[in-house]
């Protein structure tokens, strides 16, 4: 029998679907670790202490030092694009629900899970073949601005409608210009996530950068509505709608 579980994670709905009950206490104990010890409007987690001041980053273990150094080599590789402290404050959530979702399917899957679906408040993971992912338009909430098909990948989408004007250009600290919505997919959801949101930030620069970017592809909706993807997400659209264009 099928079996979904949504729980409130992180600020955001996360839901797993799978064949059966596989490890889904375990999944989701995961998860609300990881939100207790990097939420930003945590004020005991262990991101807001550092953040203040009340530990040294050698105290915060090893799971925090691995994904602030993570999150330094995605500043890196993206120009400053990626910044987990983009307004001041220490906040690595354009990575960590990302990485979060991706222990969680190793989880799953060292549990004997083959084929299920981790979607987090609209990021998604997919095990097993033949998932149809929507990828919501990001200014008609009715809407879907494209419908993939995929197997054994993960897609992550960086808009204004989730939480408003939240990824500000490092660079100047204001909201990016010229671009609604940046949509990454490839083979881990960390990777894409931090990538949709330092594209997001590039502003209508984005569609160049994504191009470059190797196993990984990506749509673009400008602020106009134009469309833009790479070859490789084209030929994963199962069915992309008119409206991405009204």
Do not use: K
């Amino acid at each position: 029998m099928a079996e979904r579980r949504i729980e409130h994670v992180m600020g955001m709905p996360v839901s797993i679907d799978m064949a059966d009950d596989v490890a889904l206490d375990r999944a989701f104990a995961w998860l609300r670790r990881v939100d207790r010890t990097f939420s930003p409007y945590r004020p005991a987690s262990t991101i807001s202490r550092l953040d203040r001041g009340e530990i040294a980053p050698r105290d915060a273990g090893p799971l925090v030092c691995g994904v602030l150094a993570r999150c330094e080599r995605l500043r890196e590789d993206t120009g400053g694009f990626f910044d987990a402290r983009a307004r001041g404050q220490l906040d690595p959530s354009g990575l960590v629900m990302g990485w979060a979702v991706d222990r969680a399917a190793a989880l799953l899957e060292r549990a004997g899970a083959r084929r299920f679906c981790i979607n987090a408040g609209g990021d998604v993971l997919v095990r097993g073949g033949g998932w149809r992912i929507g990828v919501r338009h990001p200014h008609r909430r009715d809407a879907l601005a494209a419908v993939l098909t995929l197997s054994d990948a993960a897609v992550a989408t960086s808009a204004t409608y989730e939480r408003g004007e939240h990824i500000a250009d490092p660079h100047t600290g204001r909201p990016p210009e010229g671009v609604r919505s940046v949509t990454v997919t490839g083979p881990d959801l960390a990777s894409a996530d931090a990538y949709a949101t330092a594209a997001f930030a590039m502003g209508a620069a984005g569609p160049e950068w994504t191009a470059r970017l190797r196993g990984y592809e990506a749509m673009t909706i400008l602020e106009d509505d134009e469309v833009l993807f790479t070859p490789g997400f084209q030929a994963a659209i199962d069915a992309i709608a008119s409206t991405a264009r009204a």
